[in-house]
Structure formats: C-alpha cells, structure tokens
C-alpha cells in the first residue's frame, strides 16, 4: 500500500510553501495535502476520562502467570462503566514495549473509549503488576534472551481468551496494538492462537505494530512470521534512528504484493515503540483514524475485501 511520511513542526517557510501550493491550484494542494498532519485534534491531554471506568482486570497465563491490566468500555448513560444496552463493542488490545506498563497506552484507549471502542491493556509478564508465577516474582530485568521473553507469547494468547469472555466484547471485531517486544509477542501470540482450538472464537481484524524488531531480545521477527498472518491489514511503524526496528520494517516491504492492507509508516529521530508518541505529536492520532476510517468503518470482513 502506501507509505506514510510524518511532518515536524511547520514553520515560516513551510507557511510560505502552503500558500504556494494554494495558489498554484487543486493539484498542487493536493499533492501538499498528502503529508499534511491527519487531524487538528493532538493528544495531550485525552478528552471525557471523567466519563469512563477503568476496571482493573487479572486472569491467568497457561504457565501459571497472573497477568493484570485494565479493561475499559465506551462512556454510557448510567456513568457506571458496564454495558446495559446489551451492545458489543469492538476491542483493542494493547501491549507494551519492554520496561514499559499499560499505562503508556492509556492516552490512545481513552480516546478509542469515545469512540465507540472496548480495550484491554495488559501488563506483559515481570512488569508493573504482571510480576507473579505461581509464588516465583518476575522481574524482566532479569529475564534471560530468548525463552524467557518468547513466553511474552503467552501474555497475548491469554489475554485474547480473556477477551472473548467479555460480554460487551465483539469476537468478530479485534484489534491488536504492539510496541517493542509487545509487538513481537502481538505477531507470534496470534499465530499461535490461531492455530489453538479457540481461533474460531475470535476474529483479528488489523494489527498496529510499533517498531517490531527481528532477534530484537533473542525473539524472531521474520518475513515469514508476517506473512504467516495472513491478509490481517498491518499498520507498520518504524523510526530512522531505531536501526534495527526500521531494517525490521523494511524487509516487509515486498510483502504488499501479497497483502494490500499492509501500512508503512517512517518517522526520523522519534526514537523506540511509544516514545515515538512523545517525539511525533501526530502518530497516535494517526493511528486512531486509521482504525476508525480504515478498519472499523468496514462493513465487510477485511478477509474479503482482500480477495475483491
């Protein structure tokens, strides 16, 4: 599909080039409109976080790993936070980059929340309340290449049979949000979901993957584990000075040939997984209207659309 390319501040001189454009007619304006900022509305300080509950939530993993997060539903008329209309609502699961909690997501879920989105946002495992084994405390400081951060794997695989136990949740309309090592987890928990015996419990709708990296913690993130997703559309982000990640990204690029609903968005010095939020002030807001105008807006399964 396309690549994104995301401006900085515009300052006297891109004002001047503004108004060239304009005078020059619709084709020019269209061409600047192409890397114009998606939205006015900047996420600073998200709107209605008054209006909505957030529920702390903790279920367990299938090596005996209690995994806590917070599950949060779209504003209703009774301010209690549950459902009483009986709506399902689709779902967002969020899971974050190494040495971060779920809190580094909440600014994009409350947003989500109003409109219309569920979400989940987990812990992984060794991080802010995820820290317990059975008796055995996890730290993920301590946390050795390789397997001990492969089992993040579980984390999503539990936390998707989590969601298809809520009641307000729409099985057939899930969304899943990775930065780092959560979205490496977000790629090699899916497909091992899928191949699970609840698949057909939950439909996985798009995936939004900040800065996945290949051997990235002893953790594979191949061309092959993408495209073993399938045609599941993909909004890639990378930033130039994050080498790695950005590599990582680029070699998916031939992947568009199989999957059009593939996204690929480049950032220069922004930095790793949800830092980029503090270096771009307009990522989350562009992915926000990539899911509510590319995903959710979809009447149709994105399976099928692929094949139209």
């Not at 501040?9 to 005078?23: D, E, G, K, Y």
């Not at 995936?207 to 993909?234: E, F, N, Q, T, W």
């Not at 509510?292 to 399964?301: H, L, M, S």
Request: proline share 6%; aromatic share 10%; charged share 20%.
């Amino acid at each position: 599909m396309k690549m994104i390319r995301s401006p900085y501040s515009i300052n006297l001189f891109m004002s001047l080039l503004i108004a060239l454009f304009v005078c020059m007619g619709p084709g020019a304006a269209c061409l600047w409109a192409a890397d114009s900022p998606p939205s006015p509305q900047v996420i600073i300080n998200p709107r209605g976080y008054n209006q909505l509950k957030f529920e702390p939530v903790a279920f367990q993993t299938i090596d005996s790993v209690t995994i806590a997060g917070t599950w949060i539903n779209p504003p209703v008329a009774d301010q209690t936070g549950n459902q009483s209309n009986g709506k399902k609502n689709p779902v967002v699961l969020f899971l974050p980059m190494l040495g971060e909690t779920e809190l580094s997501f909440r600014d994009m879920a409350a947003f989500l929340a109003h409109d219309g989105w569920s979400s989940l946002s987990i812990n992984l495992r060794g991080h802010g309340k995820s820290t317990l084994q059975g008796i055995r405390r996890l730290d993920w400081k301590q946390f050795r290449p390789g397997a001990d951060f492969e089992a993040i794997n579980k984390d999503v695989e539990a936390a998707l049979g989590y969601v298809i136990g809520r009641p307000e949740a729409d099985p057939s309309f899930l969304v899943i949000v990775g930065a780092g090592v959560g979205a490496n987890a977000a790629i090699h928990g899916v497909r091992s979901f899928q191949n699970g015996p609840s698949a057909g419990k939950l439909k996985i709708r798009a995936m939004v993957l900040l800065s996945p990296g290949h051997g990235y913690r002893g953790v594979p993130c191949k061309y092959a584990d993408i495209a073993g997703l399938g045609a599941i559309p993909i909004f890639f982000c990378a930033s130039f000075d994050d080498k790695l990640s950005y590599d990582t990204v680029q070699s998916f690029r031939p992947l568009e040939t199989l999957n059009r609903g593939l996204t690929f968005h480049f950032l220069e010095k922004a930095g790793h997984g949800t830092t980029m939020f503090t270096k771009n002030s307009y990522l989350q807001q562009q992915i926000i209207d990539w899911l509510n105008t590319k995903i959710k807006a979809k009447d149709t399964d994105p399976q099928e659309k692929q094949n139209q």
